[in-house]
């Protein structure tokens, strides 16, 4: 019997699964969440984001993030389980934040004391308090600043995967570079959230893995290595202050005396940690090219494997490194479950009630369309938030609630066809695949068959097959990926939904309908004043 624990570290809570590995068996033992505004209310955040008074800002707080492991393994330590055999660790987090540390960071990680709290003891390791996270919409300026330093949007694209995004770390550091100069020279180690979380728990600076180096705007694709090019673009003498780049199976260290003591755990190995959607792909088994992943989660993602780098020219999506060693192609829309909960909200519905509502309704909506920017988008790019509304009167619950999941659905569908994935089989995660409704939506769309699973948070499941994996590559004994993942993510999958024809004609009529309207509102209508 071995024990490997997966963590994800998401924008509104901090999830923990344990497998347990017995020969080729596995399943899952231990499983838990804690919601960030509710667990550590003192750090204020709504949904696990504080919005600052310039447009566009959204932070959140690294020392909530360090207090929320330490939760966490006060649950676990506590849930009867025998650790001795916690073999190892990996970690998911939301992609794209940036943690700034100064030079006294290396030391505080090193020497915790395990009768206090992490985030009291690492405070003062920071040189900047609060993190940019990927819902930061504030950065266009800089986004134009590498893009033209670089050679322009198709030299980036080529050789990161990605266009400029105002989300992604590059820009956000250039923008912190610029308007705080003093603290970024303050800054010894610029880590993303993963490689934060992972320094840690090893008590010494951890790698990026390629996964989440990928969504910096910074990694040279090809080679998972610093673009000296871009990282020259973005902020001086930025070099000295990433992380190394190793491959996500890297160990990253011991588990550090201080979480050891202070849970009584073993010196379990820490595996690097990725982001969540490179961890996603391996938790919905998406190992293989020819399936796509839909993840459900505060932002809405649609992924899939692919073997070579192929860029989306066009600039809507982005090519990230894959745990596999492969890349995987994504497409992030950033009004995801709070787009679904505002509607909830608004029309004062349960999720029950919500179902009822898609139940009550007819698909295609009766030609009312919803386009639910409630914030500002990122696929397609919308930087002032506000829904437009066709043929859809404000007071119609029913119209609303059919209307936002359509329109999420549909604009997943128009917007991951440069991907090239011929779509046969969707594997639905993230909180919102619970409901099936939404997902009957999915599979009519797509004209696919979605499988929805037991486990909804694959990212933390991703991640304890990490460390799984990494374990019996630093053992000697290495499984292959499909080894690892078959025995674990198909029997997980509790229900297949197959598209109906009918209701998939009438979607794909209506898709061409929902592309002219985005274009309308993108193009003609006045971005600052939503239209109902
Ligand atoms: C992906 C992205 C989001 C975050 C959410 O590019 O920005 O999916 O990773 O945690």
């Not at 932070?59 to 849930?79: C, E, N, Q, R, T």
């Not at 160990?251 to 010196?267: E, K, M």
Request: proline letters at 6%; glycine letters at 10%; a negative charge.
């Amino acid at each position: 019997m071995s024990l490997y624990l997966g963590l994800d570290s998401s924008t509104q809570s901090l999830t923990a699964i344990v497998l347990d590995v017995d020969g080729g068996r596995a399943q899952v033992v231990f499983e838990a969440s804690l919601a960030f505004d509710e667990a550590l209310p003192e750090y204020e955040t709504h949904h696990g984001v504080l919005r600052g008074a310039e447009t566009g800002v959204a932070v959140s707080s690294p020392l909530m993030w360090a207090d929320a492991l330490d939760l966490m393994f006060g649950k676990i330590a506590a849930s009867g389980l025998d650790l001795r055999t916690l073999e190892a660790i990996a970690g998911s987090a939301q992609q794209h934040g940036s943690v700034y540390l100064n030079a006294s960071a290396s030391s505080l990680l090193a020497g915790m004391n395990p009768r206090l709290p992490p985030a009291q003891q690492i405070a003062g390791g920071l040189s900047r308090a609060l993190s940019p996270i990927w819902m930061d919409s504030s950065t266009s300026r800089e986004c134009e600043e590498i893009t033209a330093a670089v050679g322009g949007s198709h030299v980036l694209i080529e050789r990161t995967g990605s266009r400029a995004f105002e989300r992604f770390t590059g820009p956000q550091i250039r923008k912190f570079f610029k308007r705080e100069p003093a603290a970024y020279a303050a800054t010894d180690r610029i880590h993303l959230v993963s490689s934060f979380l992972a320094s840690l728990l090893a008590g010494a600076h951890a790698p990026v893995d390629p996964g989440d180096g990928s969504g910096t705007n910074l990694m040279d694709l090809a080679s998972a290595t610093w673009w000296p090019i871009a990282l020259e673009a973005t902020a001086l003498g930025l070099k000295g202050k990433l992380p190394l780049i190793r491959p996500s199976s890297t160990i990253a260290g011991t588990l550090s005396p201080y979480w050891q003591a202070r849970h009584r755990l073993p010196p379990s190995r820490v595996v690097a940690w990725s982001g969540d959607n490179p961890c996603s792909l391996i938790g919905t088994g998406l190992v293989r090219e020819g399936l796509a992943s839909i993840s459900l989660g505060t932002s809405d993602t649609i992924f899939s494997l692919m073997r070579h780098p192929n860029a989306d020219t066009g600039g809507t999506g982005s090519v990230f490194g894959a745990p596999t060693g492969d890349y995987m192609g994504l497409t992030c829309f950033a009004n995801g479950s709070i787009a679904r909960e505002r509607v909830r909200d608004e029309y004062g519905l349960t999720w029950s009630g919500f179902s009822e509502a898609l139940t009550a309704t007819s698909p295609g909506n009766d030609g009312r369309i919803l386009l639910p920017w409630f914030d500002p988008e990122i696929t397609p790019p919308v930087l002032v938030a506000g829904a437009r509304r066709y043929n859809l009167p404000i007071d119609d619950a029913n119209g609303h609630v059919r209307g936002v999941v359509e329109a999420q659905m549909m604009a997943m569908n128009l917007h991951s066809r440069w991907m090239g994935v011929g779509v046969e089989r969707i594997h639905a995660t993230g909180g919102a695949s619970a409901n099936v409704e939404i997902l009957r939506v999915m599979a009519d769309v797509f004209g696919a068959e979605v499988c929805q699973f037991q486990v909804s948070n694959s990212a933390c499941l991703g991640a304890a097959l990490r460390a799984y994996h990494a374990d019996t590559i630093s053992r000697g004994n290495p499984r292959g990926w499909d080894e690892i993942v078959a025995p674990f993510v198909e029997p997980l999958i509790v229900r297949r939904l197959h598209p109906d024809r009918r209701r998939h004609e009438i979607y794909e009529r209506l898709m061409n309908v929902y592309s002219a309207c985005e274009i309308e509102a993108l193009g003609c209508g006045d971005a600052s004043k939503p239209l109902q």
